[in-house]
């Protein structure tokens, strides 16, 4: 791993009233105006070191350690070895990996950085930062990042604040070619966040954005792609969708937020409380989220740490069996529309709607499924977050393919 170095930010200054000088130009200036300047040069702060956040907050800081947000660039360039080769990911990454370096570089040099390898950037690449505003003391959270302000403009709207602080990362990322400044214009969120409301998003702009290869897709998330075996551009093809998922499940509306289950409170050797912040260990092997499981979850008759997981397992691997049955329909679906379409035997007007409906179903498909570290798609993973939107929207997909199958038979 590259030694990273801390970077100093410079935040706007208190504006300071304008002294008008009556009479000689040449005198000294006034006990006002000195102490005026000294105070714009006491506004300029360091970023603190990730280590210097870990001995401020060490009840907090020792548990994000424990994460492996502490140890992104290290797993990233091992997950990166083989998609990219070596360490060679793109800067791009660093949007969520290294959030406020990349937002002051990208703000300074524009869309030519995003060419570049992560390699060539000296970024400390996880700090407490991403998601505060000054001291945790201070209880200001913040989220958004470049990629968000380019391409996501009604998320701030859309989604409460203790969602979106997570939503910076964990939402549907349209990609590097979104910022680029020839497609700065869409907005993914402009009707919602629902996928038939991204969907309509996604195809109003490139419709008139065509999309001519599928080079833009490599490697991206949720940059549409032409298939050439069904003629078809794709949309969402690869979503991570977690806050958009969150939206109105059964936790959300109970007034739980991200935090509860994946950041719970937790108590250390001498009796304090803290707020865990190793965020990345999954719920089912964090003793403390059980235990905040448990506080509703025993009136269902769970009794103990162990009948919780069996529970959620369980849930997950309903959704699982659903999730693989909708896979491999989408897969004969493919099949059989890529052959109408190779042998001309449809009628134009019945091989459109066949298209769109297998670019409606795997939207649906995809945007309920979870993405982990390394890209890979996890059954049932989604169950706990929003289990009932996950099977709503597997029963669209199955509805959608049964039809347009009927069509081509």
């Given at each position: 791993m590259k030694k990273t170095k801390t970077r100093k930010l410079a935040i706007a200054a208190t504006a300071i009233a304008t002294v008008v000088v009556a009479g000689c130009i040449g005198c000294s200036p006034t006990t006002q105006q000195a102490s005026d300047a000294t105070q714009q040069q006491d506004t300029t702060v360091v970023k603190k070191s990730l280590g210097e956040w870990v001995s401020t907050y060490p009840l907090e800081g020792d548990s994000y350690m424990q994460s492996r947000m502490a140890h992104t660039y290290e797993a990233f360039a091992g997950a990166c070895t083989m998609a990219f080769g070596a360490e060679d990911a793109p800067v791009a990454c660093a949007s969520c990996h290294a959030r406020d370096d990349f937002n002051a570089e990208y703000a300074e040099k524009g869309e030519s950085i995003l060419a570049d390898n992560a390699r060539d950037h000296q970024m400390e690449w996880s700090n407490c930062t991403n998601c505060h505003v000054g001291d945790p003391g201070e209880g200001v959270v913040k989220g958004g990042n470049a990629y968000g302000d380019a391409t996501s403009a009604s998320a701030k709207d859309l989604f409460p604040e203790s969602d979106y602080v997570c939503g910076q990362c964990h939402a549907m990322f349209p990609g590097t070619a979104y910022m680029e400044d020839a497609n700065k214009g869409i907005d993914q969120y402009k009707y919602g966040y629902d996928p038939d409301s991204m969907l309509k998003a996604m195809k109003e702009y490139w419709s008139q954005n065509n999309v001519t290869s599928t080079d833009i897709a490599a490697g991206m998330v949720g940059v549409p792609y032409y298939d050439p075996e069904i003629d078809t551009v794709l949309y969402l093809t690869d979503a991570c969708t977690a806050v958009e998922m969150f939206q109105n499940s059964t936790h959300q509306n109970m007034g739980l937020t991200c935090t509860d289950c994946h950041m719970p409170k937790a108590t250390s050797s001498d009796g304090t409380e803290y707020t865990s912040h190793n965020m990345t260990v999954s719920p089912l092997e964090n003793p403390d989220a059980i235990e905040k499981c448990l506080t509703c979850h025993k009136a269902q008759g769970i009794d103990g740490a162990d009948a919780m997981?069996?529970?959620?397992?369980?849930?997950?691997?309903?959704?699982?069996?659903?999730?693989?049955?909708?896979?491999?329909?989408?897969?004969?679906?493919?099949?059989?529309?890529?052959?109408?379409?190779?042998?001309?035997?449809?009628?134009?007007?019945?091989?459109?709607?066949?298209?769109?409906?297998?670019?409606?179903?795997?939207?649906?498909?995809?945007?309920?499924?979870?993405?982990?570290?390394?890209?890979?798609?996890?059954?049932?993973?989604?169950?706990?977050?929003?289990?009932?939107?996950?099977?709503?929207?597997?029963?669209?997909?199955n509805a959608l393919i049964d039809d347009a199958m009927a069509s081509l038979a």
């Open positions: 997981v069996s529970f959620v397992k369980g849930k997950m691997a309903d959704l699982g069996a659903r999730q693989e049955q909708t896979k491999q329909k989408l897969a004969s679906f493919h099949d059989a529309l890529a052959a109408a379409v190779a042998s001309s035997s449809k009628d134009q007007a019945t091989l459109d709607a066949a298209k769109d409906a297998y670019n409606t179903a795997n939207v649906y498909y995809l945007f309920q499924l979870a993405t982990t570290d390394e890209g890979e798609k996890t059954a049932g993973e989604m169950a706990a977050m929003n289990g009932a939107e996950c099977n709503e929207l597997l029963d669209k997909a």
